[in-house]
């Protein structure tokens, strides 16, 4: 079973910064392309970003466009979400989910779990 992790949400501050990770446990991601979404409370899950997998092709939602930045390492199999400048709006649970490079849902097959990110003074 495929599985991915996310880890690095938690409290941010409005205006500050915060750096999410998503890794493989049991596979590699460096054949994948990788996505970013998030679910807001009471509201569908979003697409927000995508990376190809050599890391060269990177998409953005416009809601987090010029503020979150996607990357990966692939020697450390590891794919980043760098959050900067967090809006109140970006409150959610985080996934990350592999597959081909797409921004819709149903592209990707293999999920992680989420993690959450509250954004609160």
């Known amino acids: 079973q495929l599985q991915l992790v996310e880890s690095g949400g938690g409290v941010v501050q409005p205006g500050g910064s915060q750096r999410l990770s998503c890794t493989a446990s049991?596979?590699?991601?460096?054949?994948?392309?990788i996505g970013w979404f998030r679910q807001a409370p009471g509201k569908g899950r979003e697409w927000i970003s995508c990376?190809?997998?050599?890391?060269?092709?990177?998409t953005y939602a416009d809601s987090v466009k010029g503020r979150f930045t996607i990357s990966r390492d692939n020697a450390k199999n590891t794919v980043y979400l760098q959050m900067n400048s967090v809006k109140s709006e970006d409150i959610g649970l985080y996934y990350c989910?592999?597959?081909?490079?797409?921004?819709?849902?149903?592209?990707?097959?293999?999920w992680g779990q989420g993690t959450q990110v509250t954004v609160s003074s």
């Open positions: 989910a592999a597959n081909r490079y797409s921004t819709a849902l149903d592209a990707y097959d293999y």
């Open positions: 049991g596979f590699t991601l460096t054949i994948y392309a």
């Open positions: 990376i190809n997998s050599s890391g060269k092709i990177t």
